[in-house]
């Protein structure tokens, strides 16, 4: 059974902190690492992709992929109030769906 | 203009009754998705299609029946709905070929049934 594994939180930090989301995942094969946000009764969108490891910056967030230790993550810096969500890892391999994580609550105080 | 649309946005129906949910995407994709989400917010894959044809049909009662009309058309159908099948429903769309970058999901359509 493939899975993706997320700390659910909530994370709690205040505004102008790094926020770091966590994801571990247990197909070796997999190919293709992705973070959606998702604010409460919206639909998931996608923040941003990584395939090889390494680190992949956009703005202020920065994505970590660590293949050996099935490891991905999702850096926020400067947080804001409006970055206050759930956030969503998801993977796949060439073939199959996106499978996701149960998502980590995120809130950032003013 | 709406990239994912998915009809009804909302839908409340008695348990036993049948309903359809309708997906339309314009992105030109060539693959769209079912997801059910539930109260605890796990997305979880339901079926894909790719140009109409099935490729992916996870373990999901044979209430639901899908059909892809055309390629930009996903639909879901349920029969004698129950209690459990409350929960948000969204449709998906993604190139499959070339590099993959990620899916473009619908607003949702929030199913309860009563």
């Known amino acids: 059974q493939k899975e993706v594994e997320q700390n659910s939180g909530p994370l709690s930090v205040p505004e102008g902190a790094i926020a770091s989301l966590n994801c571990t995942y247990s197909?070796?094969?997999?190919?293709?690492f992705f973070w959606y946000r998702q604010y409460s009764g919206k639909s998931p969108e996608l923040i941003m992709f990584?395939?090889?490891?390494g680190d992949k910056e956009d703005g202020r967030f920065t994505a970590q992929l660590n293949k050996a230790s099935q490891y991905v993550s999702l850096l926020i810096r400067d947080s804001q109030p409006s970055d206050s969500a759930t956030y969503l890892c998801?993977?796949?391999?060439?073939?199959?769906?996106?499978?996701f994580g149960k998502g980590t609550t995120l809130s950032v105080s003013s | 203009d709406t990239a994912v649309s998915q009809t009804p946005k909302y839908l409340v129906t008695q348990m036993g009754n049948d309903k359809s949910i309708k997906c339309e995407q314009n992105?030109?994709?060539?693959?769209m998705y079912w997801y059910k989400q539930d109260s605890k917010k796990f997305l979880k894959i339901m079926f894909s299609?790719?140009?109409?044809?099935?490729?992916i049909n996870e373990t999901v009662p044979n209430r639901f029946s899908p059909k892809s009309p055309d390629k930009a058309h996903l639909n879901l159908h349920i029969n004698s709905l129950e209690l459990g099948d409350s929960a948000v429903y969204f449709c998906?769309?993604?190139?499959?070929?070339?590099?993959?970058?990620?899916?473009?999901f619908g607003s949702g359509t929030r199913l309860t049934v009563v």
């Open positions: 998906a769309s993604s190139q499959q070929t070339g590099p993959n970058y990620g899916y473009t």
């Open positions: 197909d070796r094969g997999s190919q293709s």
């Open positions: 990584i395939y090889s490891n």
């Open positions: 998801a993977v796949n391999q060439a073939g199959t769906a996106l499978i």
């Open positions: 992105l030109g994709h060539d693959t």
């Open positions: 299609y790719n140009n109409k044809e099935l490729i």
